[in-house]
T-cell receptor, first 115, second 113 residues
Framework: DTGVSQDPRHKITKRGQNVTFRCDPI?????LYWYRQTLGQGPEFLTY????????KSRLLSDRFSAERPKGSFSTLEIQRTEQGDSAMYLC?????????????FGPGTRLTVL | KQEVTQIPAALSVPEGENLVLNCSFT??????LQWFRQDPGKGLTSLLL?????REQTSGRLNASLDKSSGRSTLYIAASQPGDSATYLC????????????FGKGTLLTVNP
């Protein structure tokens, strides 16, 4: 499968716990994005990597959130001290720098439920 | 700040009908526009991408148009089928330094057999 993959697909945690999600982009894609989608809303941009460099973070990304992309391959998104308001679908997308369209391809998402 | 609006929020049609979904955006300085399909609890599937220099794109029964100057795009679905039932999302790429997407809230389409 050459698409974007995310793990886990579902995560249930208790308030105050830390969680970490993983995204594996399409292999030749050097741009990687994280978005968050709550019920009934469209996805909202969280952060963006070009290779291993994190180039932009949204105001939505509080200091409890951290993202990494070591070696410019897979990426992880960690949420510390989770709150009920963090419950959402976390979507990862990748695209190719140098492509004419920067078309973004999305993974299946990680559904987070904070109890 | 780019804002994207999709109308209607929900649409129910009988099988076989042709239909149009609407998307409007506030800043016409866009790089491209993508239409996505999302099934319940799933990720996003890219349907069509229109570059800012293009007027329309077609894929099978789908046709997307773009009028950048008026800040509008439409997704036309011909001969709708029950399998087309899903949420359709419009997303604007404003380019710049990060090429992030700004999404509308989507249109929930139900095609009844």
């Amino acid at each position: 499968d050459t698409g974007v993959s995310q793990d886990p697909r579902h995560k249930i945690t208790k308030r105050g716990q830390n969680v970490t999600f993983r995204c594996d982009p399409i292999s030749e894609h050097n741009r990687l994005y994280w978005y968050r989608q709550t019920l009934g809303q469209g996805p909202e941009f969280l952060t963006y990597f070009q290779n291993e460099a994190q180039l932009e973070k949204s105001r939505l990304l509080s200091d409890r959130f951290s993202a990494e992309r070591p070696k410019g391959s897979f990426s992880t998104l960690e949420i510390q001290r989770t709150e009920q308001g963090d419950s959402a679908m976390y979507l990862c997308a990748s695209s190719h720098l140098g492509g004419s369209s920067n078309e973004q391809f999305f993974g299946p998402g990680t559904r987070l439920t904070v109890l | 700040k780019q804002e994207v609006t999709q109308i209607p929020a929900a649409l129910s049609v009988p099988e076989g009908e042709n239909l149009v979904l609407n998307c409007s955006f506030t800043d016409s300085a866009i790089y491209n526009l993508q239409w996505f399909r999302q099934d319940p609890g799933k990720g996003l599937t890219s349907l069509l991408l229109i570059q800012s220099s293009q007027r329309e794109q077609t894929s099978g029964r789908l046709n997307a148009s773009l009028d950048k100057s008026s800040g509008r795009s439409t997704l036309y679905i011909a001969a709708s089928q029950p399998g087309d039932s899903a949420t359709y999302l419009c997303a604007v790429n404003s380019g710049g330094s990060n090429y992030k997407l700004t999404f509308g809230k989507g249109t929930l389409l139900t095609v009844n057999p």
